[in-house]
């Protein structure tokens, strides 16, 4: 029987593999981690509030003051009405709102 020989060389090799996959492995992870915590960080806490005015004849009302204020934070928000009788107010956190529009041709 031939006696048998040790392959250092071989084990090292598999060590050094060993290593690597590790080192991989926490790169990958780290990664996933990082990549969904910015996606976490993207959700929005705000929407956008979008109209148009029109009077009682349904025509638009361009250049009317629209006010919109958070009944809970009292936060007031102002615009004008466009050409088209559209306002946007892009910014405004969720909650209950009173939207109050004056214009000439607006009666109180």
């Known amino acids: 029987m031939q006696p048998k020989v040790k392959n250092s060389r071989a084990r090292a090799s598999r060590r050094g593999c060993g290593r690597f996959m590790r080192v991989l492995g926490?790169?990958?992870?780290?990664?996933?981690?990082?990549?969904?915590?910015?996606?976490?960080?993207?959700?929005?806490?705000?929407?956008?509030?979008?109209?148009?005015?029109?009077?009682?004849?349904?025509?638009?009302?361009?250049?009317?003051?629209?006010?919109?204020?958070?009944?809970?934070?009292?936060?007031?928000?102002t615009t004008v009405t466009t050409s088209a009788g559209t306002y946007e107010f892009p910014s405004v956190l969720p909650g209950i709102y009173t939207i109050t529009v004056e214009a000439k041709s607006f009666k109180r």
Do not use: K, P
């Open 26 to 77: 926490i790169a990958f992870a780290s990664t996933l981690v990082l990549c969904w915590s910015g996606l976490a960080g993207a959700q929005h806490t705000t929407g956008t509030l979008r109209g148009q005015v029109s009077d009682q004849t349904g025509a638009t009302v361009a250049g009317g003051n629209v006010v919109v204020s958070n009944e809970a934070t009292g936060i007031v928000q």
